[in-house]
């Protein structure tokens, strides 16, 4: 085995396959294992290249893997998908990922540390509270409207609910149920804000986090989650390719020498994206107050583009300026750097 220099897994929940392969790209070997043996496995293998897709385990695993020598990399799965064979299964999975690995210009995923992971966790449980909330008050408008009540938009109406069901001659049993909705409601509401807080706390110890905060309307919600997603940066070559990774670049559709640039790809992280924007449009409602090359940038572009165009250039741009403080360890400034960035 000592001539096997890559291995590809193909990751599962309880059984794992192997394809092991020489400098040359020959398959060498094959395995399908559990997880115990596949570290005991690992654990007396000769030091090798190990990759695997990044997906739930996948950066455990990696971080296991580097404690015992190995050089462990992964891979985003659609960028392994086109090396899969006509017919699927799950040691032509390993092998395609191989493959892709073995390729000169491939990008790989950056291993999370623990306490990214646990920002992550914290991330995506606030964002399924926040799905859960809407899904609670638009619940409570539609079953009122069934009574000819119609509420007014927003979470502040509901917050007072008691008081509006009192002004109308409403069911008792309805009354109880909306009730209970409505305490859901209030056990969601105080559930996010007890995760906001832990938010903040945990990127006041965070240095990279801390200084993102510097980036103006950029608040602790989605600098902790810059942190998470963008690491130290060094995956990315250039502050371009962090933006694109967002999918706050045009979409290309060219051929035949004609360039054809579409809408933003609106690839990567959905909420890291939505959050961007919606601080681009912070800044854009408080533009009268903003001072530097920043600010003069975004009123020229405002004064001959639409303000969603303008939300999302600047969006890019906020992208951008996150990256570069995070690869040149420094804090924004509102002077001729930050339009470098």
Not at 299 to 307: I, K, V, W
Request: proline residues 4%; contains cysteine.
């Amino acid at each position: 085995m000592s001539n096997v220099t890559l291995i590809g897994i193909d990751i599962g929940k309880h059984t794992f396959h192997l394809h092991g392969q020489d400098k040359s790209g020959k398959e060498v070997s094959r395995k399908k294992c559990s997880r115990q043996q596949m570290m005991l496995f690992l654990a007396n293998h000769p030091t090798c290249t190990v990759v695997m897709e990044a997906c739930a385990g996948s950066h455990y695993l990696a971080r296991e893997l580097k404690a015992m020598g190995h050089e462990a990399k992964l891979i985003s799965p659609q960028f392994v998908k086109p090396f899969v064979k006509s017919n699927k299964n799950d040691f032509v999975d390993a092998q395609a990922i191989c493959e892709a690995a073995s390729r000169p210009s491939m990008r790989f995923v950056t291993p999370k540390s623990p306490d990214q992971q646990i920002l992550s966790v914290s991330h995506r449980i606030r964002e399924s509270l926040i799905r859960d909330r809407t899904k609670t008050v638009n619940q409570m408008h539609g079953f009122l409207l069934e009574f000819g009540v119609s509420l007014p938009t927003g979470l502040a109406v509901i917050k007072r609910l008691a008081s509006i069901l009192e002004q109308h001659d409403l069911p008792v049993r309805l009354v109880a149920l909306l009730q209970r909705l409505h305490d859901h409601f209030s056990y969601l509401n105080e559930q996010i804000k007890l995760l906001d807080k832990e938010l903040e706390s945990q990127l006041a110890d965070d240095d990279l986090g801390s200084r993102l905060l510097s980036i103006p309307c950029v608040g602790p919600i989605t600098a902790s989650l810059l942190a998470v997603e963008m690491g130290d940066g060094q995956q990315y070559s250039s502050s371009r390719d962090f933006a694109a990774s967002v999918g706050l670049v045009p979409k290309q559709y060219s051929t035949g020498g004609r360039q054809g640039l579409l809408g933003i790809s609106k690839r990567g992280n959905k909420n890291l994206r939505y959050l961007l924007v919606l601080c681009a449009r912070v800044y854009m409602m408080r533009l009268e107050h903003q001072k530097g090359p920043l600010a003069e940038w975004v009123r020229l572009l405002s004064a001959r583009r639409h303000s969603n165009v303008v939300a999302c250039a600047l969006a890019n741009k906020l992208a951008r300026i996150a990256w570069a403080i995070a690869t040149r360890h420094t804090q924004y400034e509102a002077g001729p750097a930050a339009m470098n960035a």
